[in-house]
């Protein structure tokens, strides 16, 4: 074949292949021009998923009957004009590629009206005709019939009517998000999904967020607010405990643009990683505000990848932030961890009275009553210095494996956020009072993030204490490990764990942190001495030893079925409202529920 220049449609469907991969990449580009165009209210109809009709209204200032034809023009674009433009761009747009390519695989109409004309002004796809009259309110409507209808190959790829609609429903809340002055309304075959107001005097920015991404999400919310030179950041971060199988809660913007990327991902999943499971996904809704010129937004057709001149400093901003701020979370029981152990008195009479068969539902409570604005929570108590530890035979430590209660605070402890200790269930779980109600704590994970934050701590400001053996103990664990151990000699010191090589297969352990029982030790230098990573990144080195402390602090917690006087729950209680992240055990799961007094009444349908 010789050499040729491709017709017009030919280049736009080779185009719509990169920018038009489903039906909610259409709603996406048609939604971004309606923002660009200043919509405040945008009306989006679906059918078959978006395979069937694709229409999207808006009211914002319109197109003029002379630039119809050009808006379907390939590189046609009313948004940069020069470089400089394109290198700090503020507009969603401009490619000036997505309505010639979305036309060029549908049956398309644009109709549009500017404010200067009396009517609107409507043209087909392919179709040179001049533009025809048509009704039509100021703003624009872009009707996308059959998309795909002539790349049967393309039309192959799509998914269920179902699966297509979702992804449109996903993308749509996203866009809602970007901007709290927009609303939207959207229909799949001709059903209302979604109506969303515009934030103002009928609806606070919260309320609209749990609107859109859940009531739940909203009680678990923190506020986010920082800003460092020419960088702030905002919106709203889940707590740990309310972690996700998927990413689907994720929301990120970069100056009102939606982005997924890949550098700002891994710095919110590292302000997570003490506090959730490596499997589990954080859930978030964060605006990232930066100068334009400080960001590359022309990296990917569809517009959704950024590039930071400076990206260093953006992922220690965000990480720096972020981890801060959930560090600082303090047992708040009004506006977290809540728990209903029924949907309504109703279903806990059905599953009461039918013998509950299956398992009660428990889900998080709706938010506080302050519009769900979740609230720094300032702690009444002084922070707590730490007792010097003193030096006792391990032994006898480990059974003392609760803190002692200075005589202080014994006992007065019905203010308290997680209140008195009333009893122990099961050997595992503390029963408190508190002002609200009920709390419930897991005795173990709770007292595990406890010492491990403790040791943490201790780490951070030169080593972990530790307290010589009666006896130093011989332990064979064979050469290579031996030698592992012997190397790591001086790290281990400083995680508390001191030793010397013994013998070609075998180790004398001299002294380790008081708080681990003497059964611990074997288990602990078959880990340490498993351990691979010793040295290389920075972070790498720190997460390992962080590994080791867990490893030990899950060891030296209290086990189930020790009994724990009920000073002993009392002074863990009081340790978790001073500990960072005492919400949640190292793998994210809560350390402790409320269940306030009107649930407990609800479920015994007093006051009926
Ligand atoms: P881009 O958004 O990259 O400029 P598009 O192909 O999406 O390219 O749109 C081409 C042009 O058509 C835009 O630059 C804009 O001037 C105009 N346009 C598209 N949609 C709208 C709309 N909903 N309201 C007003 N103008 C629009
Ligand atoms: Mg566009």
């Known amino acids: 074949m010789s050499i040729r220049i491709l017709p017009d449609l030919l280049i736009n469907q080779i185009a719509a292949g990169e920018v038009v991969e489903r039906p909610a990449a259409v709603v996406k580009e048609l939604v971004e021009n309606a923002l660009d165009a200043g919509a405040r209210r945008i009306e989006v109809d679906i059918e078959q998923g978006g395979l069937g009709l694709i229409h999207v209204r808006d009211d914002g200032r319109g197109i003029a009957r002379a630039e119809l034809h050009l808006a379907l023009t390939r590189h046609a674009t009313s948004k940069i004009s020069s470089l400089e433009d394109l290198e700090r761009v503020a507009t969603l747009g401009f490619r000036g590629e997505a309505l010639p390519s979305i036309a060029s695989v549908s049956r398309f109409t644009l109709t549009s009206r500017v404010p200067e004309e009396a009517h609107g002004?409507?043209?087909?796809?392919?179709?040179?005709?001049?533009?025809?009259?048509?009704?039509?309110?100021?703003?624009?409507?872009?009707?996308?019939?059959?998309?795909?209808?002539?790349?049967?190959?393309?039309?192959?790829?799509?998914?269920?009517?179902?699966?297509?609609?979702?992804?449109?429903?996903?993308?749509?809340?996203?866009?809602l998000l970007s901007r709290q002055d927009l609303g939207m309304s959207l229909r799949h075959n001709g059903r209302r999904i979604l109506e969303i107001a515009p934030v103002g005097a009928a609806l606070g920015a919260a309320a609209r967020v749990a609107e859109v991404c859940g009531p739940e999400f909203m009680s678990n919310a923190l506020r986010v607010d920082e800003a460092r030179q020419d960088l702030r950041l905002s919106g709203w971060v889940a707590l740990p405990s309310f972690s996700r199988s998927q990413p689907d809660l994720q929301y990120l913007y970069v100056n009102g643009r939606m982005v997924r990327d890949k550098l700002?991902?891994?710095?919110?999943?590292?302000?997570?990683?003490?506090?959730?499971?490596?499997?589990?996904?954080?859930?978030?809704?964060?605006?990232?505000?930066?100068?334009?010129?400080?960001?590359?937004?022309?990296?990917?057709?569809?517009?959704?990848?950024?590039?930071?001149?400076?990206?260093?400093?953006?992922?220690?901003?965000?990480?720096?932030?972020?981890?801060?701020?959930?560090?600082?979370?303090?047992?708040?029981?009004?506006?977290?961890?809540?728990?209903?152990?029924?949907?309504?008195?109703?279903?806990?009479?059905?599953?009461?009275?039918?013998?509950?068969?299956?398992?009660?539902?428990?889900?998080?409570?709706?938010?506080?009553?302050?519009?769900?604005?979740?609230?720094?929570?300032?702690?009444?108590?002084?922070?707590?210095?730490?007792?010097?530890?003193?030096?006792?035979?391990?032994?006898?430590?480990?059974?003392?494996?609760?803190?002692?209660?200075?005589?202080?605070?014994?006992?007065?402890?019905?203010?308290?956020?997680?209140?008195?200790?009333?009893?122990?269930?099961?050997?595992?779980?503390?029963?408190?009072?508190?002002?609200?109600?009920?709390?419930?704590?897991?005795?173990?994970?709770?007292?595990?993030?406890?010492?491990?934050?403790?040791?943490?701590?201790?780490?951070?400001?030169?080593?972990?204490?530790?307290?010589?053996?009666?006896?130093?103990?011989?332990?064979?664990?064979?050469?290579i490990e031996a030698d592992l151990l012997e190397r790591r000699r001086d790290d281990l010191a400083r995680l508390g764990i001191v030793l010397d090589r013994a013998g070609p297969a075998s180790v004398l352990l001299r002294a380790v942190p008081p708080l681990l029982a003497r059964s611990d030790l074997d288990g602990l230098l078959q880990r340490l001495s498993r351990d691979e990573a010793d040295g290389g990144h920075i972070d790498e080195a720190v997460d390992a030893q962080h590994r080791v402390l867990a490893d030990m602090a899950c060891r030296a917690a209290i086990k189930a079925n020790r009994r724990l006087t009920l000073p002993e729950m009392d002074a863990l209680l009081r340790d978790m409202e001073r500990t960072d992240l005492a919400g949640q055990c190292n793998h994210g799961r809560p350390t402790w529920v409320q269940i306030d007094a009107p649930e407990l009444d609800r479920l015994f349908l007093r006051g009926r």
Do not use: C
Not at 146 to 175: G, I, W, Y
């Open 264 to 479: 700002l991902a891994h710095a919110l999943r590292r302000a997570y990683a003490d506090a959730m499971h490596s499997t589990r996904h954080p859930a978030f809704l964060l605006y990232l505000e930066i100068d334009p010129a400080l960001v590359d937004v022309n990296v990917h057709p569809q517009k959704s990848e950024v590039r930071f001149r400076q990206s260093a400093q953006v992922h220690d901003f965000l990480f720096g932030g972020i981890h801060q701020l959930l560090r600082r979370v303090r047992p708040d029981p009004q506006q977290h961890h809540r728990v209903s152990i029924a949907d309504s008195a109703d279903s806990a009479e059905v599953s009461l009275w039918q013998g509950a068969s299956r398992p009660l539902p428990f889900r998080a409570a709706a938010p506080a009553a302050d519009n769900g604005v979740a609230r720094p929570y300032r702690s009444p108590w002084p922070l707590y210095q730490q007792p010097v530890e003193t030096l006792e035979p391990v032994a006898a430590a480990a059974v003392e494996a609760v803190r002692p209660v200075p005589p202080s605070e014994t006992r007065n402890d019905g203010d308290a956020p997680l209140g008195r200790a009333l009893a122990q269930l099961r050997g595992v779980f503390i029963l408190a009072e508190n002002r609200l109600g009920l709390v419930l704590v897991d005795a173990h994970a709770a007292h595990e993030r406890v010492i491990y934050e403790r040791f943490k701590a201790d780490l951070a400001r030169g080593s972990v204490p530790s307290q010589a053996l009666l006896l130093p103990e011989a332990f064979v664990v064979g050469e």
């Open 121 to 175: 002004w409507s043209i087909v796809g392919g179709d040179a005709a001049p533009p025809r009259a048509a009704a039509h309110a100021i703003g624009t409507s872009v009707e996308v019939r059959d998309l795909f209808f002539n790349t049967p190959a393309r039309r192959k790829f799509m998914r269920a009517e179902s699966t297509e609609f979702r992804h449109v429903d996903q993308l749509l809340r996203r866009l």
